[in-house]
């Protein structure tokens, strides 16, 4: 990581940080929000099944997409301009889809608020990285961001359940409100404005990152969703193409949009790798752990929230503890061991049977600690590895990678749990005609006809279901022994935080070639 002069943060910049936290927790919150209002919002609105998918997942694209772009112009417009720009944006669009008359008004407020939201990921990470200058205060600064992150997420289900109950479904948007208006007064007091002279960004270079971006995330949801076919591989190719040109144009400007010279320091890619492999399984086991405690369990979605909900506040401790360990302890031994220790949540997980709710949210919150410490430490080697000047580009490919981890997750996980699943009840004999394509589908599937089927067809299923889940839990178990060994081998010469002794070559502030085409 970077030598920097050691500044310690005062009152003014830890009052900065729990404002950068609120958005921060309402950017997680608003990834699983909908998981309880859907229902309700299809009533009133009665969007197709194809509207849908694309009102749940229009804002992950758009946050996906976007982040490196809007994390390259927060350093050259200003970081606190384009955040108090972004809160502005999404409080409007939450408004939008509160009162949305139809599922396309309410698909167009969920794009607002995607590209809004990647306004708002990489300027509250790169403001932290301006603010603590101080390499402890800054890994404990970004550990809370992290967590912050993770809670919003877990909270979304039981937030988004109350609301419904209590009020309409547009009422779970308009959370963002209150939010936005605080963030917005009180910016201007608590946070420092920074901004490099880099001149515009290019443009040519936005198109590529969009058209490599959007198709890569469009690509992983429909293979999670239809398997992989000609949309998708077309997808991967279109995706693929654009982002080697991306590259190439990058190496070629003046003034790049993302700076490939970022990854010439081996703590950078290998931080970003062990956060991808991280995200993949947490967010596929996440995705399947939801259905296992409402499917196989039982659990109302209300119920299941509040069972995830002790499980985050292993991510608390792991985001804060592993700051404060990582003054003593190289970082990247830290990190191995948090991901060693996950590992007894993946066993847990792959033994589970179907009775087994107490065990699978125990193992779970294993997976939440080795999150924790990976997200905080991880994201501030990759901050502290980038020239201030390129920190709001360094945060938002830190962030691009754990959404690409998480939509991963879901696909790779999510697809063999459920290949498993079929391969499992396919020759299931004895079912009524008018069931047998949505038991043989998916456990979902099996639910929604469960009055019609036979005696034993539905443990069956579920048997099936969990059976798919610990392959998964065993598969992404041994990826994370995978990111461990990285973690170990390639980042153990990171010296603890706070360490002044250089420990890598800076990364070059000028480019190799100076091409402005």
């Known amino acids: 990581m970077r030598a920097e002069p050691s500044s310690r943060a005062g009152w003014r910049e830890w009052a900065g940080l729990a ?19 859907i229902p309700s919002l299809a009533a009133d609105l009665r969007p197709t099944a194809t509207e849908t998918l694309w009102i749940m997942d229009t804002y992950g694209f758009l946050i996906a997409g976007f982040l490196i772009t809007m994390g390259t112009l927060g350093d050259r417009i200003g970081r606190r301009r384009l955040l108090m720009i972004g809160t502005a944006a999404f409080g409007a669009a939450s408004v939008l889809a509160a009162f949305a008359p139809g599922a396309h008004w309410l698909i167009m407020a969920r794009a607002m608020l995607g590209v809004a939201g990647a306004t708002l990921m990489p300027s509250t990470l790169s403001l932290i990285s301006d603010m ?27 937030v988004g359940g109350v609301l419904v109950a209590g009020f309409w479904w547009g009422a779970a948007f308009l959370v963002a409100l209150p939010v936005s208006v605080f963030v917005l007064v009180a910016a201007p007091a608590l946070l420092p404005e920074s901004r490099t002279d880099a001149g515009r960004p290019d443009l040519w270079s936005v198109v590529l990152s969009l058209t490599a971006m959007l198709p890569a995330v469009y690509a992983i ?23 080697v040109a991306f590259v190439r144009r990058q190496l070629r400007l003046r003034e790049p949009l993302l700076d490939m010279r970022l990854f010439t320091n081996r703590a950078f890619p290998a931080a970003l790798t062990v956060l991808l492999i991280g995200l993949v399984g947490f967010g596929g086991m996440m995705f399947l752990i939801t259905q296992h405690l ?9 119920a299941a929230g509040l069972w995830m909900g002790p499980p985050a506040l292993a991510m608390l401790v792991g985001g804060i503890g592993a700051p404060l360990v990582a003054t003593r302890v190289p ?37 939440y600690f080795g999150l924790g410490v990976i997200a905080a430490l991880g994201t501030d080697i990759v901050v502290g590895a ?108 990171i010296r603890p935080i706070g360490d002044a002794t250089p420990e890598t070559e800076p990364i070059a502030s000028t480019p190799v070639n100076g091409d402005d085409r």
């Open 132 to 158: 603590f200058t101080d390499a402890r205060q800054r890994a404990l600064a970004i550990g809370a961001w992290a967590t912050m992150f993770a809670l919003g997420m877990a909270a979304g289900p039981v």
């Open 331 to 367: 970082p990247g031994s830290v990190m191995a061991s948090a991901l060693a220790l996950s590992l007894v949540g993946y066993a847990v997980l792959a033994l589970a049977g179907t009775d087994s709710r107490l065990s699978v949210v125990v193992g779970f919150g294993f997976l």
């Open 221 to 243: 949801k429909h293979v999670a969703a239809h398997g992989v076919d000609a949309r998708a591989l077309t997808a991967v190719l279109l995706g693929g193409g654009s982002a």
């Open 19 to 37: 404002v950068l936290a609120l958005p921060t927790a309402l950017l997680g919150l608003d990834v699983t929000v909908l998981y309880l209002v």
């Open 386 to 493: 980038a020239p201030p000047e390129r920190s709001g580009s360094a945060a938002a490919l830190s962030e691009t990678v754990q959404e690409l981890g998480i939509a991963a997750g879901v696909a790779l996980l999510g697809s063999l749990t459920t290949a498993i699943y079929r391969t499992t009840v396919e020759a299931r004999p004895g079912l009524p005609r008018s069931v047998v394509e949505p038991y043989g589908d998916s456990l979902p599937g099996a639910t929604s006809v469960a009055d019609q089927l036979p005696a034993g067809a539905l443990r069956h299923a579920q048997d099936a279901f969990v059976g798919g889940l610990n392959t998964a839990a065993l598969v992404a178990g041994l990826a994370i022994a995978g990111a461990a060994v990285v973690c170990f081998g390639t980042l153990r010469h």
């Open 294 to 302: 409402q499917l196989v369990t039982g659990l109302t979605p209300m």
